[in-house]
């Protein structure tokens, strides 16, 4: 069974800080890792990971895909109220095309 | 710009109603999705379809089934609604093919009573 583990599950920063949101898998035929943020609504996709990229970069944000170690982090530096949101990571693997496991999620807040 | 529709934000029903969750998606993609969030336990896939007329179940199928007679169109059918399927109801597509994101609807909130 397909496995996808987030930490911590809850953060609590201030603005101008730098986290680091963490996630680890278990996956039959790993093709993919994905970052998404969920604010009040729909989950938007942030960054996808693969074999052969392993690492993203968009402003702020940043990931990066160890396949050694079965894990992704994702950072965000200089952190603003916007960022608060649940950030969730998912992996695409296993037989069908497509689906994707998802972990708990990452609830993080930003205060002033 | 991909958009995914949900035919309602928030859903009061009662214990033993039919419920019938819509969603559509514009970008005529291939695969669609249904999930649950709940707190703690993050996105459950509940069932998804590869293309028009096929479906597989997900993790979390029981109490649930679907129906995708188009392409744009996939629906989540609650037989006999429950208290513990109360929840938030995600549904999701993707273009068909080895890597590709999925694109999310706003979500249904469904309160059974």
């Known amino acids: 069974e397909d496995k996808v583990v987030q930490s911590p599950l809850s953060l609590v920063v201030h603005e101008g800080d730098t986290v680091t949101l963490n996630c680890s898998y278990e996956?039959?035929?790993?093709?993919?890792l994905l970052w998404y943020k969920q604010e009040k609504k729909a989950p938007t996709f942030l960054f996808m990971l693969t074999s052969s990229g392993i690492e993203k970069k968009s402003g702020r944000l940043s990931s990066i895909l160890d396949k050694k170690e079965l894990s992704s982090i994702l950072n965000i530096t200089a952190t603003q109220t916007g960022d608060s949101a649940i950030y969730l990571c998912a992996v695409g693997g296993g037989t069908s095309y497509g689906k994707l496991t998802f972990g708990q999620g990452t609830i993080l807040t930003v205060h002033p | 710009d991909v958009k995914v529709t949900q035919s309602s934000r928030y859903l009061v029903k009662r214990t033993g109603e039919k419920v019938f969750l819509e969603c559509v998606q514009d970008?005529?993609?291939?695969?669609m999705f249904w999930y649950r969030q709940d707190p703690g336990l993050g996105l459950r896939l509940i069932y998804f379809?590869?293309?028009?007329?096929?479906?597989e179940k997900g993790d979390i199928p029981e109490g649930y089934s679907v129906s995708r007679e188009k392409k744009e169109r996939f629906s989540l059918i609650l037989e006999s609604a429950s208290t513990n399927q109360t929840s938030m109801y995600l549904c999701a597509s993707r273009q068909g093919g080895r890597v590709n994101e999925q694109y999310f609807g706003p979500g249904t909130r469904l309160t059974v009573t």
């Open positions: 970008m005529d993609h291939e695969n």
């Open positions: 996956v039959t035929n790993f093709r993919s």
């Open positions: 379809s590869y293309d028009v007329k096929m479906k």
